[in-house]
């Protein structure tokens, strides 16, 4: 089973950026999907971001649309979440996780269909 390390995660002011990285070991990501979750403190898990194996568009969720992408490099078995404007409303643990099933693109954001996760990093959005 592939294991996750995410990092990146810090402090910015509003309308900053951050770059989070998720670097695998014990496999190579290119069969894998790869989701980004978040979770802020007394809310659920959400997916903002996923890349698959197959070859179509990276999926973003409609909170983080047009301000984060997603990539991957397969060099350096990382996949990659850039985070642009960031506001307030994205203050949360995000956490990258994998799996080597296939996802339909309705399951993409369902945090169950990941097999496994890394242990998070935060990510504080203030002034």
């Known amino acids: 089973q592939v294991q996750l390390v995410e990092s990146g995660g810090g402090l910015v002011h509003p309308g900053g950026s951050l770059r989070l990285s998720c670097t695998a070991s014990?496999?190579?990501?290119?069969?894998?999907?790869i989701g980004w979750f978040r979770q802020a403190p007394g809310k659920q898990r959400e997916g903002v971001s996923c890349?698959?194996?197959?070859?179509?568009?990276?999926r973003y969720s409609d909170t983080v649309k047009e301000r984060f992408t997603i990539s991957r490099d397969n060099s350096k078995n990382t996949v990659y979440l850039q985070m642009n404007s960031l506001k307030p409303e994205d203050t949360a643990v995000y956490y990258c996780?994998?799996?080597?099933?296939?996802?339909?693109?309705?399951?993409?954001?369902?945090?169950?269909?990941?097999?496994?996760w890394g242990q998070g990093t935060q990510v504080t959005v203030s002034s």
């Open positions: 996780a994998a799996t080597d099933s296939v996802v339909t693109i309705g399951e993409i954001f369902t945090a169950q269909r990941y097999d496994s």
């Open positions: 890349i698959t194996t197959a070859d179509y568009e990276p």
């Open positions: 014990g496999s190579t990501l290119d069969s894998y999907y």
